[in-house]
């Protein structure tokens, strides 16, 4: 196995003809670095990397296939996406394997196949790109002459040469070929550009190289231990357990079913298993979710009890990351089960009757979506909506993006760059709303339903590289609360006869732990006293008295609010604010002059990440951030925005989940299990199913553990706050005042 890279700067092509490639977009950041990083992966392997200067990595190609030519024990095969390798193959000795839709579609070329789809052979694929161009490469061909055309030319006249030598011969032989008089008279025109478009086309075969053979196959040579290494931090998870079998043994496929049988065998207790994927996930942070296959490759053994002891030992050496698998992590996870096994009851006639209205409001927005598109398509298709908004109406924005594909993206994101260009835009953007609730919860959940009606959810414990829960089957935490129609849906979640649902929500948590692990005492105050901190933010960045705080001020100072927690920049936060560049400037510069200690505390946390690659919430939870090294300021800037949060959103995950696993602890040694059940946790909330007759008594002392896992002392004196609520339903509920 050998690699060959394109290099930065012009090549021999760029010498001979300054626009070559000029018209190609500038390399997206994300997809340069994972080239950079696919370099890491060839080294670790042991696979040699070619490049030159001035050469095309297709020249490297060309070249390598010209030294090895002849030597018949060879078989050459290229894999690319790049088609221009087509020309390459030989059906003596070379073959290209590329992609012919999408990653699972893949075909291996010979001289036959490519006959079969352009009708000529791959040596004549330059000529065929020197008559029709090439739009990618910037190559402009014959004017005029399209991919018919010239297709017809290379098949009856064979290469360009031989094609001018008939031309000026007779072109009488042009037009009993059915060539039309038109094109002929462009051929004569532009023959020069013909000629000099095949020769950018045509893949160079004498790079300045030295190629040799390697003595012993690639496998012959890596380290294991570093490319396990490697797998983790580039999260080649399903990878590991073949390249154990591959490098262990020669064989991929035998070694890893037998891998797979052993390990099937073994009875694992779910509480077990979940313990290691935790013990996992806490030593690397962006492990999410990690599979039996991946504890048993981290600890480089096929027995499950071996992985498991490792991960133990590796947890004690973690500092205060054993702390939160102690006290947090490992005592959930029976909690965690319990939730999942008991579920939540769910009234499928509020769903029943949200399908039908939600069904009758879809199809009248179709109808006023295809009288205002003048004709009726799939709204579903991003590509036939995208051909109805940039080509039918044409609603182009600026910086429009595009998908990975080359079409014009429709994404949400960038639909709202147009909202205001015309009303179709509001049409397709509520028709999706409605479709994505329906399909994802409306139509969806009463087929997960069990007899008694429940719906049993799977709650990922492991799910985020911030510390958070996800949810899966359906994902109820992202049920939209903020339209009415998402709302709705939460009707349907009921209590059973004789129980109330009870939600107990952390208010303004994160912003709460902003300010108590900044210590920035104007915050804290403002927490102290109970003010609302909205209000407050607004008196102080606009220099007015609290109770002269109008509607827009407390707006705009609660988006910079929770834009601080996420890193929010200048530019985005001009978008949130609808302000101009100009305002949100003196916004931002007001806010953080306001809250010196708090800017400092995120620059702080910032230098700690760019010095460590990690940040620690209050408890000791790690997030590790490997692109802090990257060698691309974007990456490393969007890094560093990531790290600002991570300490407030790791600390709230680590409080809340404490609490569930205090309040489980209560009812325990009360014996109140059979009372009080605890039902969901989305976010900031956990709603609990409890006898109606207890309620009051019962919130009441949920209500204080939440507020009380973290003292204040340790809060700089913030008090943490929870509000209760209940009611017949998720969705219906009324405040529970039982503080004490």
Known sequence: IAACYDLEGPTVRHEAYKEYKATRAKTDDTLVAQLISSRRVFEAFCIPVYEREGFEADDILGTIVEKLKGENDIEIIIASGDMD???????????????????????????????????????????????RGDPSDNIKGVPGIGEKTATDLIVNFGTIEQLYRVLKKDEQQLLHKGIKQRMIDLLKKHEEDALFSKSLATIRRDAPITFKLPDAAWRAHPDLGNIRVLFDELGFRSLKPRLDALLSNGDGENDEQESEEETIQEEIPEQRFREAQVMLWLLHSDFTNPTRD?????????????????????????????????????????????????????????????????????????????????????????????????????????????????????????????????????????????????????????????????????????????????????????????????????????????????????SQIELRIAAFLSEDEKLCDIFRAGRDVHQEVAALVFNVAPEAVDYEMRRRAKVINFGM????????????????????????????????????????????????????????????????????????????????????????????????????????????????????????????????????????????????????????????????????????????????
């Open 85 to 131: 390798t087509l020309q390459l193959i030989d059906d003596a000795q070379v073959k290209v394997y590329t992609l012919k839709k999408g990653l699972n579609d893949t075909i291996l070329y010979d001289e036959k196949a490519v006959v079969t789809r352009f009708g000529f052979p791959p040596q004549l694929i330059p000529d065929y790109k020197g008559l």
């Open 294 to 506: 991946d504890i048993l490759a981290y600890g480089q053994t096929k027995r499950f009890d071996e992985a498991y002891a490792f991960l133990e030992k590796e947890i004690a050496k973690a500092g205060r990351v054993q702390r939160v698998y102690e006290e947090i992590e490992k005592p959930l996870v029976p909690v965690i089960m319990k939730m999942e096994r008991h579920g939540v009851l769910v009234d499928p006639h509020v769903l029943k009757a949200l399908q039908t209205t939600y069904r009758s409001d879809l199809e009248k927005i179709e109808k006023r979506i295809y009288k205002t598109a003048g004709k009726e398509f799939n709204v579903s298709s991003p590509k036939q909506l995208g051909e109805v908004l940039f080509d039918d109406l044409g609603l182009l924005a600026k910086g429009q993006k595009k998908t990975a594909t080359g079409q014009r993206s429709t994404r949400e994101s960038e639909l709202e760059k147009i909202r205001e260009l015309h009303p179709i835009v509001d049409d397709v953007l509520e028709y999706r709303e409605i479709q994505k609730l329906l399909s994802t919860y409306i139509e969806a959940i009463p087929e997960g339903l069990d007899k008694e009606g429940r719906l049993h959810a799977s709650f990922i414990q492991t799910g985020a590289a911030t510390g958070r829960m996800a949810s899966a089957s359906p994902n109820l935490q992202n049920i939209p609360i903020r339209t009415e129609r998402g709302k709705a849906i939460r009707h349907a979640f009921v209590a059973p006869e004789g129980f109330t649902l009870v939600a107990l929500d952390y």
């Open 565 to 740: 927690l996420y890193g929010m920049g200048v530019n985005a936060l001009r978008t949130a604010l609808g302000a101009t560049t100009a305002e949100a400037h003196q916004f931002y510069d007001d806010y953080f002059r306001t809250f010196s200690t708090l800017t400092a505390y995120l620059e702080s946390t910032k230098g700690f990440a760019r010095k460590h690659g990690y940040t620690e919430t209050l408890f000791g939870r790690r997030r590790h951030f490997p692109e802090m090294k990257s060698p691309l300021p974007y990456v490393r800037a969007q890094a560093e925005r990531m790290a600002i949060n991570a300490p407030m959103q790791g600390t709230q995950s680590d409080i809340i989940k404490l609490a569930m696993v205090r309040v489980d602890e209560m009812l325990t040694k009360e014996n109140a299990h059979n009372d009080t059940h605890l039902l969901l946790q989305v976010h900031d909330e956990l709603v609990y199913e409890i006898r109606s007759s207890s309620v009051t008594e019962r919130a009441q002392r949920i209500q204080y553990l939440m507020e009380s896992v973290v003292s204040l002392k340790e809060t700089n004196n913030v008090p943490i706050v929870a509000e209760a609520k209940a009611g017949p339903n998720w969705g219906e509920m009324a405040p529970l005042l039982v503080r004490a």
